[in-house]
């Protein structure tokens, strides 16, 4: 299986904050190479079989509704030791834990609006990426 690339997306409140830009600057200052991205909404229905792995979870109705609230960034991204690198660019899940100089400690308000999406292994990275793009939109 790859170990060189993860799957993120600046999620709606990085987006409305006017952030993209900024993280996006990040990541690729981070040594990161953008491999394919598209500008996008989630419909709930999409936004609930994305995050399906969290059906059980007491947040996931809140997590669909915020997820399809407004447009995204999807981006696969491709670096040695990719998803444990971005996970440690973007910092814990709640803000307030996150170490600074991460993304989440940046530009992040709560655990619910987090600003960004990191794949959390390599598995979870092929399938969030197949779930954005086809083979022939990743470069
Ligand atoms: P993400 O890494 O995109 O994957 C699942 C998301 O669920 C996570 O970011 C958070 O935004 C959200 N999440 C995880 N735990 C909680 C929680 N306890 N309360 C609310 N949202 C959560």
New binding site residues.
């Given amino acids: 299986m790859r170990t060189n690339r993860t799957f993120t997306?600046i999620?709606p409140d990085g987006v409305a904050n006017n952030y993209i830009g900024a993280i996006l600057n990040d990541i690729t200052a981070a040594g990161f190479k953008i491999i394919a991205m598209k500008y996008t909404q989630l419909s709930p229905s999409l936004a609930g079989k994305f995050?399906a792995i969290?059906a059980e979870?007491p947040?996931y109705n809140?997590?669909v509704s915020f997820m399809s609230s407004g447009p995204i960034v999807a981006a696969i991204l491709e670096k040695d030791n990719a998803v444990a690198d971005f996970r440690t660019l973007i910092g814990a899940?709640d803000p307030a834990k996150a170490d600074a100089g991460t993304l989440r400690n940046k530009y992040a308000a709560s655990?619910?609006e987090?600003a960004v999406?990191?794949s959390?292994s390599n598995a979870n990275a092929e399938i969030e990426s197949a779930f954005y793009f086809t083979a022939f939109e990743q470069f």
């Fill in positions: 997306m999620k995050y969290h979870r947040f809140d997590l899940t655990m619910s987090n999406h990191g959390d």
